[in-house]
């Protein structure tokens, strides 16, 4: 009687499920990244000198070392030096405050947590003020010192008045944060007023509603170099980030520093926002809205929320940035106003559906 050949096992079901849901993660970042590409590429091409996508991708290739792109120097700084840092860094914010949000609301277990919740907007806005207003510098690094500076006075902040001892209490840190917030408003408002300049007072007014028109290649070499070091620690702690989730309990009995990692994670978060603020000024809803919408559509797992987080806030920001610049040309909306607009209708939305699935 011969031996009877058998072939190779059949995986278990469990992994055949794991290996579907990677297949199916990597198929979903593949189609944002390739939707963020296209993205950044047709809103170059949107706005008053009209452009093709075929002379932005020449234009990016004579820049990077490929052949002439044959157009004028008017065409090309349009697109160098205009358009494509500011698609970038509306991009790279979005990205930014969709990745922050989701983050902060795992730690702190608050749905309404958000980029801004721990006062560290209202600090560098109060710094970015004090630059326009006072004059103390000039320019686009003089902005992002000041905003950086002030998010990171009012972190400081938020961190002595949020521990009790060495440990930081969520509940405490999200009070201490509105109270930080209202505080560093009270000075803007001060400075604003007693400054009483109608000039400095609109510019104020119109970057603290979020505008990216300031945007340059220096924007987008400090929000990019921001996102992917703090990107890089989020991804690492993915798996902290699904215990975060059972409360503080149930992470320590897997071995998780909660203290150390809320440290952590806190300090490269209000890092990130500084940055950020400092190169767009104050948008809201973005950190609030898509993180929720993503969490509808991958759950809560953080190894498919991050990523996809990521990439859908920088597709959003982008065409959020589109129809800010372009639905009233010549004049420019804030793009803060035109995330209310969206954002509200679609919290309002989120909302109802987790009541029905509720």
């Known amino acids: ?22 297949a199916r993660l990597s198929a979903t970042v593949i189609a944002l990244s390739v939707a963020v590409a296209a993205s950044v590429l047709v809103a170059v091409t949107i706005g008053p000198a009209d452009l093709s996508v075929a002379e932005v991708w020449s234009v990016v290739l004579d820049h990077l070392g490929g052949p002439d792109s044959g157009l004028t120097v008017l065409r090309d700084n349009i697109v160098w030096e205009l358009r494509l840092p500011r698609v970038l860094v509306a991009g790279i914010v979005g990205a ?32 970015a003020v004090l630059v326009l207003v006072v004059g103390v510098g000039a320019g686009i690094h003089a902005l992002s010192v000041g905003a950086f500076t ?34 560093f408003n009270a000075l803007m408002s001060t400075l604003i007023v007693w400054r009483a300049d109608p000039q400095a007072t609109r510019n104020v007014t119109f970057w603290l509603l979020g505008s990216l028109s300031a945007a340059r290649w220096s924007s987008v070499v400090i929000g990019a170099a921001a996102l992917a070091g703090v990107l890089l620690l989020y991804v690492w702690h993915h798996r902290a980030f699904d215990a975060f989730a059972f409360g503080d309990d149930s992470a320590a009995t897997l ?33 609030l809205v898509i993180p929720h919408a993503v969490r509808f559509v991958v759950g809560p797992d953080h190894r498919r929320l991050l990523p996809v987080v990521g990439l859908v806030g920088a597709i959003f920001l982008i065409w959020v940035d589109v129809i800010a610049r372009t639905a009233f ?12 607009f969206v954002g509200v209708p679609a919290f309002v939305l989120l909302m109802r559906r987790a009541e029905v699935r509720g």
């Not at 011969?2 to 290996?19: I, N």
């Not at 040309?329 to 209310?340: D, K, M």
């Open 255 to 287: 071995g998780i520093d909660v203290d150390r990692l809320r440290w952590v994670v806190f300090v490269a978060t209000a890092l990130l926002t500084g940055c950020i603020v400092a190169i767009s000024g104050a948008i809201g809803f973005v950190g």
């Open 329 to 340: 040309a010549p004049r420019e909306l804030p793009v803060g106003v035109v995330t209310a």
């Open 1 to 22: 009687m011969g031996a009877t050949t058998l072939g190779p096992e059949a995986p278990s079901p469990e992994l055949q499920g794991h290996l579907r849901r990677r």
């Open 96 to 127: 930014s405050l969709g990745l922050v949000g989701a983050v902060m609301q795992t730690l702190t277990r608050n749905p309404l947590a958000d980029p801004y919740l721990l006062g560290i907007s209202s600090g560098a806005s109060f710094g």
């Open 150 to 183: 002030g998010a990171i006075g009012a972190f400081a902040l938020v961190l002595l008045f949020g521990r009790r001892g060495r440990r930081l209490l969520p509940a405490r840190m999200i009070l201490a944060g509105v109270a930080v917030g209202q505080f």
